[in-house]
C-alpha cells in the first residue's frame, strides 16, 4: 500500500502533537526556549548538509531566484498562514487564542507544516512508497516527527497537531505520484532530479531554522515554488543530453 508509510507518519505527528499540546504543556519557559533553540540550530545543520547534496548549485540559486518570485505572485505564506488563523477561529468557541500569540493555532500549524513537509526524508521516503511499497524511510521519519512534535506542541500549541493533515496530503500525493514515474523517467534520471531537489529544500530548512531562532524572518512558503523549479530544471537538462 503506497500511502501505509505516510498514515503512520501522520498519526506520529498528531500523537505526538497531542501529547505536547495537552500532557505536557506547562513545561517550564526557560526548558521550552532551550530546547526549541536546540532545535533551531539543528534545524540549519541539517539545512546545510542538505544543501550541500547538490552536485550543480547554479540550479539551486535558479530556482531559489525563480521560485521564490512565484511564490510572492502566489502569496503563498499569506494564504498558509490565513488557512491557519481560519482554523484557529474554529478553536475560539472552547477557547479564546488570539491570531498574533506566539504560541497560538496559526503559528504552530504553519510552522510544523512547513518543518515535516520540507526535507529529503519526506520526499525520498514518498518515493520510495510509491515505488517500491517500501515504507522504512517513513517510519524512521515518524519516530522523529513524533518526538519533535511533542517539544513543538508544547510551545507552539495545539496546532502543530492539525499539521498531520497537509503532511499526509503532501506526501501521499508524492507517494501517489512517484509510481507513474517509472513509466516516463529512468532510475538515474529520478536520482537526478531528487538530488537537486533535496539541496533545494535544504536552503528552505535552513530558512526554517532561522525563524526559530527568530534570527530572521524568512517568508519560507513563498520559496515552496523552488523545489518544483528544481525537477523542472533537472528535467529539461537532461532532455537536452
Known sequence: MALWGSIINALAIMVGGLLGSLVLPRIPEGIRNTVMQ???IAIAVLGITMALKSENFLIVIISIAVGGILGEVMRIEYRLNQLGHWV???????????????????EGFVTATLIYCIGAM???????????????????KSMLDGISA???SSTLGIGVTLSAVPVFLYQGT?????????????????SAVITEVTA??????????????????????NLLPSIVIAAVIVLAELSLH
Open 38 to 40: 536546540g532545535l533551531g
Open 88 to 106: 484557529e477561529s474554529q478553536f475560539r468557541r472552547e477557547e479564546k487564542t488570539g491570531p498574533t500569540n506566539r504560541g497560538g493555532i496559526a
Open 122 to 140: 519526506a520526499i525520498l521516503g514518498s518515493i520510495d512508497s510509491g515505488l517500491r511499497h517500501n515504507h522504512d524511510i517513513l517510519y524512521t
Open 150 to 152: 511533542v517539544i513543538l
Open 174 to 190: 508524492i507517494a501517489l505520484t512517484s509510481t507513474l514515474f517509472t513509466l516516463f523517467i529512468s532510475e538515474a534520471d529520478l
Open 200 to 221: 533545494v529544500g535544504g536552503v528552505l530548512i535552513i530558512g526554517i531554522g532561522l525563524n526559530i531562532l527568530h534570527i530572521k524572518n524568512i517568508n519560507v512558503a
